[in-house]
Every structure is written in C-alpha cells, then in structure tokens.
C-alpha cells in the first residue's frame, strides 16, 4: 500500500522521467575517485608461468670418434665436447670386439672439449668396438655408445 502511495506521488510531481531515473543504475564516479574508497582496482598483478615442461634442461655431450673405421697400427681418436659443463671430468670406456673395457679419464678443458687419442694394436682383435662416454656434471645428458670398427 506505501508503495502505491509513494508511487503516486512521484508521479504527480515528477512524471514518468522521474520514476524512469530510479530504476536506472547509478552514473560512474568521476575520474575514478570513489568518495569511499581510494580509487579504481590496481591492474591486475601478472603471474610467472611455468614453461611447457617442468624437466630441467639436460646439457648436451657430443661425441665423435673418427675415423669410424681404423686398421691395425692407425690412430683413432674421440672428440668430446660438453660447452655448458667445462673442467668436468670425462671417462672413456674403449671395448673391443672381444676384451674387456678399458678406461681412460681426462677433464674437459675451459671452452668444454676434450680429445682421447689411441693407437690401435697390431693384436687388436677385428670387428665393431665401442666407446661410452661419461661427464660427470649435473645435468648431463649421457652421449649414446660411439662404434668404430678395425678392419685387418
């Protein structure tokens, strides 16, 4: 019943625009300064993201023995190169066709890089050898098994 008496009443003297202006949602303040508060919110605070994948990143060992086939007598040589890991030490496992391993240690020098160098044996036995590599550094993604093969 108030409600028909108050609306009544802002109709006689007001007219429609008055009972129009009520409903409508109050304007913005002006230039953002609220009386009761401080302002509009601060921008949005950016958050770090992850990358695609939480797994460290590996560093890389490159190996390579040339030549990749060697008589009797000849020199083979294995060219190591680790760049983000220099001084590590780095252990060469040389095997044979048949025989055991052997293994040789050097450290990579300043820029990374380390060279093994061998003679191969007038007994060595014929067929594929290997070479496995180790760094020893954090990190460290192990080369695969380098093959070399001695022909008569």
Request: net charge positive; glycine share 8%.
């Amino acid at each position: 019943m108030r409600v028909l008496v108050l609306l009544a009443f802002l109709l006689a003297f007001g007219g429609p625009s008055l009972v129009r202006a009520a409903n409508a949602p109050p304007p913005p303040p002006d230039g953002g300064n609220c009386p009761w508060c401080s302002g509009p919110p601060p921008p949005p605070t950016p958050v770090p993201t992850a990358s695609g994948s939480l797994a460290p990143l590996a560093i890389a060992v490159e190996a390579e023995v040339r030549p990749s086939k060697v008589h009797r007598g000849q020199t083979l040589r294995l060219f190591v190169e680790a760049t983000q890991s220099p001084k590590a030490n780095v252990v060469a496992q040389l095997q044979f066709h048949s025989g055991k391993r052997h293994s040789y240690h050097k450290k990579l020098s300043s820029a990374g890089k380390s060279t093994f160098k061998w003679t191969i044996a007038p007994t060595a036995p014929l067929g594929q050898g290997t070479i496995r590599v180790k760094v020893s550094s954090p990190g460290i993604q192990q080369p695969p098994v380098v093959n070399f093969t001695v022909l008569k």
